[in-house]
């Protein structure tokens, strides 16, 4: 008996305390009220928990007094200047961007973290930012993709994925490859990939997860966003001219760019150049020779987001970014490859009614137009942000997608983008 009594004073109280949390978390949700500034902290966090859960991203995307638009994008929504998207939106604009991405969040991770506001995503406008850079050969990595996949998003696709779509069929096969077949949600994923529906006790715990999940993401997402608001946005506010002129603006950020590239001949941030590039600058002369963005799962990937898009009516401007042509010609990365690799994305979009694209990959040259050596800032954000400005201002026209599933195929996967084989496949599938 006194063993038992030790071995309860011991664990009792850890016992208690999770039953305590599970009892909690499997309460009714009760939505707790989001305050006007954790929204705009969440904003502009780029926080990876905000990205991969739903609670911040769905209060902020039904604020009736904000206008949030979806910022999708990866590394370059980091690069916060004066003229960063978040900068200029809260300096002139009636909007605000709410960024959704930074350094390894490609199509795959971007799809999964739109499953969580498929809802506020129904007509709305989206900015959609793509960079050839992730249509290399074998796609995103594994390792890129475990870091922003989260398990609500996973279970939010599973409790509706359709058998019959060769959508999720195609998305259950990449989660094997890229969970691997011992992962939880990949054993799921196969019975789709498989055409086989999940059973009704599949779908009771996927609930009954999904669940105990949501209440979590309520529950401590207060406790996690950075103040990047306070800390990288606001002040650069006063920076600014106070009232709109595209022109001083154009500038102000050339000026800008001069100012803060003079220790290199790229033209691109001292404290990049002398970080990331200096301590390996022999090394990476003639690096990039032999890369290659024209055959890559990442062009299947991408067909993904296009047809979650499509079923929302969402009206989408995608932005494809340049790369710096010092910088190209130091590594010997082949710009006829990089533009072959833009059109494709580009017939891509266009073949399926996405024709709002602002295609700055021929910019790269611009000098100040990149603040490294493939991020737009200074005179890229001008441009961009006055582009997307015309895009939310002003009434589009209704949508009218027709999506093709001859993307998903490996054919166009590892199809050369020369104007031949563009017609060929354009052919094919119309």
């Known amino acids: 008996m006194k063993t038992k009594h030790l071995l309860w004073q011991i664990f009792g109280p850890v016992l208690l305390a999770v039953l305590l949390i599970a009892i909690l978390l499997s309460l009714p949700i009760h939505y707790r009220k ?35 638009v979806p910022f999708f994008g990866s ?26 991405g930074k350094k390894g969040a490609q199509s795959l991770p971007q799809f ?11 007509n709305r406008k989206v900015v959609f930012i793509i960079s050839p850079q992730w249509f290399v050969k074998q796609g995103i990595s594994p390792a890129a993709f475990k870091y922003y996949n989260g398990s609500l998003a996973d279970l939010t696709w599973l409790k509706q994925a359709n058998p019959h779509s060769a959508y999720d069929r195609y998305l259950a ?11 939880e949600v990949s054993q ?23 669940n105990f999940l949501w209440h979590e993401d309520e529950l401590f997402s207060r406790f996690r966003p950075d103040d990047n608001y306070l800390n990288r946005i606001k002040p650069r506010l006063n920076n600014l001219p ?50 290659s963005y024209l055959q890559s799962p990442e062009y299947a990937d991408l067909e993904l987001v296009l047809h979650q898009l499509a079923k929302q009516h969402t ?59 493939i991020h737009i800032g200074w005179l890229g954000w001008v441009k961009f942000n006055h582009r997307v ?14 999506l093709k599933k001859q993307f998903l195929s490996r054919k166009w996967q590892q199809l050369k983008p020369d104007q031949q084989n563009l017609q060929r496949f354009a052919s094919q599938i119309n």
Request: hydrophobic share 35%; net charge positive; no cysteine.
């Open 75 to 100: 590394s370059e929504l980091e690069r916060m200047d004066e003229f960063h998207p978040s900068v200029m939106s809260a300096k002139y604009y009636n909007y605000r961007p709410f960024l959704l």
């Open 188 to 210: 799921l994923a196969a019975k789709i990939a498989q055409g086989h529906q999940l059973s009704s006790l599949d779908q009771q715990l996927i609930s009954v997860q999904h």
């Open 242 to 291: 106070t009232k709109y002129n595209y022109q001083k603006l154009q500038t102000m950020a050339q000026a800008d760019g001069q100012k803060h590239s003079t220790n290199n001949h790229f033209r691109i941030l001292n404290k990049f150049y002398a970080q990331r590039v200096k301590p390996h600058y022999k090394l990476l002369a003639g690096a990039e020779k032999h890369f």
């Open 112 to 122: 999964l973290a739109m499953e969580t506001i498929l809802p506020e995503l129904k």
């Open 389 to 402: 400005n015309s895009f939310i201002q002003t009434k589009q026209p209704a949508v009218h997608y027709h």
């Open 173 to 183: 096969q990449r989660l094997i490859t890229l969970l691997g077949s011992n992962d």
């Open 34 to 68: 989001v305050s006007a500034q954790e929204m705009r902290k969440a904003a502009v966090s780029l926080d990876t928990a905000t990205f991969k859960n739903q609670f911040l991203k769905q209060k902020a995307l039904q604020n009736k007094k904000v206008n949030y």
């Open 315 to 373: 009206q989408v401007l995608f932005m494809i970014q340049p790369v710096n042509t010092k910088w190209t010609a130091y590594t010997k990365l082949s710009l006829p490859m990089y533009y072959r690799s833009v059109a494709k994305i580009k017939f891509q979009l266009r073949q399926q009614g996405f024709d709002q694209i602002a295609d700055y990959s021929h910019d790269g040259s611009i000098p100040y137009f990149m603040q490294d050596t």
